[in-house]
């Protein structure tokens, strides 16, 4: 390390800017630290989680194809199977993707990107959630009342249903959470521990 005047705070500040690797060098007191890995490690958590998005997405757009083209598995039970499967594909296509690069390397897509991402997140999650629980209760009517099945469990209302769980109220203050540039949180410690 090389040695600084006493004067001269800058020589300073660009050895720290050099060693500490930051997201933004141009804001050095509002830049996150890059993530670090091993490159071995993030290589390797890259490509597992790269496969793994890949076969998540490909299966399910099987699964979606085939309920949506064949008429007769239009059914209320695969209609939910269908819905479960396009979140499921949301989740491989575009959650996975941007939870490598959220885990990995610095958020460069700003902090608007950063509250649809987890506003995404949030609404692909409940509604998983929510097609299971459907899902439940269509097979619980089916086995517990299976003479009334067919006039509670409608197409109609099963696609309502569904409607209702794709539903999600608007993005408000992106960023709030951000310690730093480069970081993308949804909420802090410091708002927990408000909340207790």
């Known amino acids: 390390m090389r040695k600084c005047s006493d004067q001269s705070c800058s020589c300073l500040m660009m050895e720290i800017q050099n060693e500490a690797e930051l997201c933004f060098p141009q804001l050095l007191n509002s830049s996150c ?22 076969i998540t997405a ?38 996975m993707p941007l939870e490598i690069i959220r885990n990995t390397a610095c958020w460069i897509l700003g902090d608007f990107m950063c509250s649809i991402y987890y506003n995404l997140a949030a ?26 099945y067919p006039t509670r469990i409608t197409v109609v209302r099963i696609k309502l249903s569904d409607c209702l769980l794709y539903t999600k109220d608007i993005l408000i203050s992106p960023g709030r959470y951000n310690s730093c540039y480069g970081e993308c949180v949804f909420f802090s410690s410091d708002v927990a521990g408000t909340v207790d």
């Open 58 to 95: 490909a299966l399910n757009l099987l699964v979606i194809i085939s309920v949506s083209h064949f008429r007769q598995l239009h059914t209320p039970t695969n209609i939910l199977l269908l819905s479960l499967a396009v979140s499921d594909f949301l989740v491989g296509l575009l959650l």
């Open 123 to 148: 609404s692909v999650f409940c509604a998983s959630i929510g097609n299971i629980v459907l899902i439940s209760v269509d097979r619980y009517v089916a086995i517990c009342d299976p003479l009334h």
């Open 33 to 54: 630290r890059k993530p670090t890995l091993h490159w071995s490690k993030a290589v390797l958590l890259n490509i597992v989680l790269s496969f793994i998005s890949l």
